[in-house]
Antibody, heavy 121, light 113 residues
């Protein structure tokens, strides 16, 4: 069974760093791209970026380029999303997701449960 | 970037009636080599992650009821719920996966009238 299990909710202060995770199982992790999607409170879905754990090829959406870092540890079948200095505007639910097939350009058919990140002083 | 728009922002439909959601892309998402439109539809219920309903603009994901269908090609797409059920109350998003960033539409909220 394909699963993406994300790390738990986080409460942080502005300026702090954070790394959240998404562990894949039930499929060959190094063969599938893993994407990250942001959903701010009460708002829509925003595609942040995507990584291919096999070779760490990564693409970012322009608003997120330089603001976050997407990485993966293929030995642990885990993808990561990290911030070096959080802002209040980073408060959101973050989802990881996997495309249907082993190609970057496909719809996401498996989603993690989401990680809620709250940034507040 | 390809900009996705949806209409309406929200709609309320009586149980058993038809719900229609439109999605438009700022550029064609049709790949001429395979004649496929790189367009997906998702359903998101309150407090849940999105669920894939439709890919390639009109292919229903396994397990999705056949009252839900997708149509369109190129830049104009439609999601239709032929007979709205209570469990269809949700926000629906279209997404293009033709060119990165794989942008989402703003969403359409569907409620019961």
């Amino acid at each position: 069974e394909v699963q993406l299990v994300q790390s738990g909710a986080e409460v942080k202060k502005p300026g702090e760093s954070l790394k959240i995770s998404c562990k894949g199982s039930g499929f060959t992790f190094t063969s599938y791209w893993i994407g990250w999607v942001r959903q701010m409170p009460g708002k829509g879905l925003e595609w942040m970026g995507i990584i291919y754990p096999g070779d760490s090829d990564t693409r970012y959406s322009p608003p997120f380029q330089g603001q976050v870092t997407i990485s993966a540890d293929k030995s642990n079948s885990t993808a990561y999303l990290q911030w070096s200095s959080l802002k209040a505007s980073d408060t959101a639910m973050y989802y990881c997701a996997r495309p249907r097939v082993a190609m970057m350009g496909d719809a996401f058919d498996f989603w993690g449960q989401g990680t809620m990140v709250t940034v507040s002083s | 970037d390809i900009v996705m728009t949806q209409s309406p922002d929200s709609l309320a439909v009586s149980l058993g009636e038809r719900a229609t959601i439109n999605c438009k892309s700022s550029q064609s998402v049709l790949y001429s080599s395979n004649n496929k439109s790189y367009l997906a539809w998702y359903q998101q219920k309150l407090g849940q992650p999105p669920k894939l309903l439709i890919y390639w603009a009109s292919t229903r994901e396994s397990g999705v009821p056949d009252r839900i269908s997708g149509s369109g090609s190129g830049t104009d797409f439609t999601l239709t719920i032929s007979s709205l059920q209570a469990e269809d109350v949700a926000v629906y998003y279209c997404q293009q996966y033709f060119r990165t960033p794989f942008t989402f539409g703003p969403g359409t909220k569907v409620d019961i009238k």
